[in-house]
């Protein structure tokens, strides 16, 4: 089994950055996608970015200033979250895809004011 934390959400002001890292353990070598996704106030949960075999796909709101990592593979996936609007402002979940399982993290918030 796998099981994944989230870190790195916090309050920050529009323009600003932040890092979000997500620590996966437990069968890790079974991992074939890792994921970020966000869910605002009253809204549904919405995908952000992927990573399969170290090629990023991005929802096209935060295509050119996110960036999503999963460096060698290995056990941790990052999210990099530059020029952050307050539509921005969610929790944000980690992901891991395996052959046969789908599994979340508890969330991350990430608060842009403006």
């Known amino acids: 089994q796998v099981q994944l934390v989230e870190s790195g959400g916090g309050l920050v002001q529009a323009g600003g950055s932040l890092r979000l890292s997500c620590a996966a353990s437990?069968?890790?070598?079974?991992?074939?996608?890792m994921e970020w996704y966000r869910q605002a106030p009253g809204k549904r949960r919405e995908l952000v970015a992927t990573v399969t075999g170290g090629t990023p796909n991005y929802a096209d709101s935060v295509r050119g200033r996110f960036t999503i990592s999963r460096p060698n593979a290995k056990n941790t996936a990052t999210l990099q979250m530059n020029s952050l609007k307050p539509e921005d402002t969610g929790v944000y979940y980690c992901h891991a895809r395996t052959l046969v399982a789908s599994i979340w993290g508890q969330g991350t918030l990430v608060t842009v004011s403006s």
């Open positions: 437990g069968s890790t070598f079974t991992i074939v996608t």
